[in-house]
């Protein structure tokens, strides 16, 4: 038997190295010539459960950037069943590729296939690129697929409860650093507003809130100002706005060491997943400034509820309810980042860790 303190990463290649980085459990390379399909499939944890993550297609920069994204991604993932009280475990899934210009019902169906080939051990999901159709296809060469239309008998878009979330842990968030969750009058930024991001406008503007917004997309963007009476920001310009809370609703590591010298907000809550370039360091050095930061995995957690609520049937209304309960597990967390002096981040991990090794020992005792 290999003692895995034996192990020294240092020894391993790339891609081992970086699997014993963060204990990742598997790894599979999907390739297909004919349809054109490059994905990568990983599994960090499954002690909770099957492994369950979304599918991102994007066209990344090198193969090297889409196993770095594909193994944090699943690494939140475990964190964020973890900490909302669900039996998955942390998978995800990235296609290498525009989704706009590169998909077809046959690559999709090839990567079905793939998921069909690991036995349950991940069951896909939407992410940002892939969508229902996307799902109906995957689902038509393997069961294991969540997050399916309505007319099927999915739970449709996860982007509204997901958004749902989100409100929840920012108006936590407004409680802690203003004594009030009242989010009327407080000039919120929101970066991206995609499924979530529209979705967390209406929201906050249903609330009162002054609400500014950016996107690539400049369709999306005159629809969503209109249609939510929105401001509309240049891209570049959403770091430096005088606002009260920054909500990244787009893609990851925009809080880091360039943006934190320009952000004058008082918290940060979004959707993205991996907000933070360096758990660390800029989790740190949030909390060093006074900007009061929510998880991001606990607070985008909405739609991992929505997918438990359509693969047990507990339904569209139960999975509200659990999401409705994100608002005090993100007060639960500041009381203990306060009490122990570490970053919410660190305090989010620390009880999402607990979990999972108290039923790794259940398991092993069982
Ligand atoms: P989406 O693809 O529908 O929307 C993302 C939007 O961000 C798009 O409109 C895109 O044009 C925009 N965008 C990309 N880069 C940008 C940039 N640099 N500046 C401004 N805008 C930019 O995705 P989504 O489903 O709304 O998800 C948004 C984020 O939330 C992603 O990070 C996703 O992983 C995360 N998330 C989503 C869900 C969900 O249920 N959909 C759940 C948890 C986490």
């Given at each position: 038997?290999?003692?895995?303190?034996?192990?020294?990463?240092?020894?391993?290649?790339?891609?081992?190295?970086?699997?014993?980085?963060?204990?990742?459990?598997?790894?599979?390379?999907?390739?297909?010539?004919?349809?054109?399909?490059?994905?990568?499939?990983?599994?960090?944890?499954?002690?909770?459960?099957?492994?369950?993550?979304?599918?991102?297609?994007?066209?990344?920069?090198?193969?090297?950037?889409?196993?770095?994204?594909?193994?944090?991604?699943?690494?939140?993932?475990?964190?964020?069943?973890?900490?909302?009280?669900?039996?998955?475990?942390?998978?995800?899934?990235?296609?290498?590729?525009?989704?706009?210009?590169?998909?077809?019902?046959?690559?999709?169906?090839?990567?079905?296939?793939?998921?069909?080939?690991?036995?349950?051990?991940f069951i896909a999901a939407q992410d940002v690129?892939?969508?229902?159709?996307?799902?109906?296809?995957?689902?038509?060469?393997?069961?294991?697929?969540?997050?399916?239309?309505?007319?099927?008998?999915?739970?449709?878009?996860?982007?509204?409860?997901?958004?749902?979330?989100?409100?929840?842990?920012?108006?936590?968030?407004?409680?802690?650093?203003?004594?009030n969750d009242s989010l009327?009058?407080?000039?919120?930024?929101?970066?991206?507003?995609?499924?979530?991001?529209?979705?967390?406008?209406?929201?906050?503007?249903?609330?009162?809130?002054?609400?500014?917004?950016?996107?690539?997309?400049?369709?999306?963007?005159?629809?969503?100002?209109?249609?939510?009476?929105?401001?509309?920001?240049?891209?570049?310009?959403?770091?430096?706005?005088?606002?009260?809370?920054?909500?990244?609703?787009?893609?990851?590591?925009?809080?880091?060491?360039?943006?934190?010298?320009?952000?004058?907000?008082?918290?940060?809550?979004?959707?993205?997943?991996?907000?933070?370039?360096?758990?660390?360091?800029?989790?740190?050095?949030?909390?060093?400034?006074?900007?009061?930061?929510?998880?991001?995995?606990?607070?985008?957690?909405?739609?991992?509820?929505?997918?438990?609520?359509?693969?047990?049937?507990?339904?569209?209304?139960?999975?509200?309810?659990?999401?409705?309960?994100?608002?005090?597990?993100?007060?639960?967390?500041?009381?203990?980042?306060?009490?122990?002096?570490?970053?919410?981040?660190?305090?989010?991990?620390?009880?999402?860790?607990?979990?999972?090794?108290?039923?790794?020992?259940?398991?092993?005792?069982?």
């Amino acid at each position: 038997m290999f003692e895995t303190k034996e192990i020294n990463s240092l020894e391993l290649n790339p891609v081992f190295g970086k699997m014993f980085e963060n204990s990742h459990k598997n790894i599979v390379y999907c390739f297909d010539k004919s349809t054109g399909l490059k994905a990568i499939i990983a599994i960090h944890d499954t002690t909770l459960g099957p492994a369950i993550g979304g599918v991102r297609m994007w066209n990344y920069r090198s193969e090297a950037d889409a196993l770095d994204d594909v193994l944090r991604l699943s690494r939140g993932m475990t964190y964020k069943a973890a900490i909302t009280g669900l039996n998955f475990g942390g998978g995800k899934a990235v296609i290498i590729g525009d989704s706009n210009k590169g998909k077809s019902e046959a690559l999709m169906r090839r990567f079905g296939k793939f998921v069909n080939n690991m036995s349950g051990e991940f069951i896909a999901a939407q992410d940002v690129g892939t969508n229902l159709r996307d799902m109906e296809y995957i689902r038509m060469e393997t069961n294991h697929v969540a997050g399916i239309s309505e007319a099927v008998g999915g739970t449709g878009h996860t982007g509204p409860v997901s958004a749902y979330g989100v409100y929840m842990g920012m108006k936590a968030s407004a409680k802690e650093q203003w004594g009030n969750d009242s989010l009327s009058n407080k000039s919120v930024a929101v970066q991206g507003i995609g499924n979530v991001g529209e979705h967390l406008v209406k929201y906050l503007r249903e609330e009162g809130a002054r609400v500014y917004i950016s996107d690539l997309d400049e369709d999306r963007l005159t629809h969503v100002a209109r249609k939510h009476d929105a401001i509309i920001v240049p891209n570049n310009q959403i770091y430096d706005l005088d606002v009260d809370i920054y909500a990244p609703c787009a893609l990851g590591a925009t809080v880091n060491s360039d943006t934190l010298k320009r952000l004058k907000c008082s918290i940060v809550a979004g959707s993205a997943n991996n907000q933070l370039e360096d758990e660390e360091l800029h989790g740190q050095m949030l909390m060093d400034m006074g900007i009061l930061y929510a998880p991001d995995f606990l607070i985008n957690a909405g739609g991992l509820i929505s997918v438990y609520a359509e693969l047990s049937g507990a339904g569209k209304k139960r999975a509200m309810q659990l999401t409705e309960d994100i608002y005090k597990v993100t007060q639960d967390i500041f009381r203990m980042s306060k009490k122990e002096q570490i970053t919410p981040h660190k305090a989010a991990l620390k009880i999402a860790e607990k979990r999972i090794e108290d039923i790794r020992q259940l398991k092993a005792n069982s």
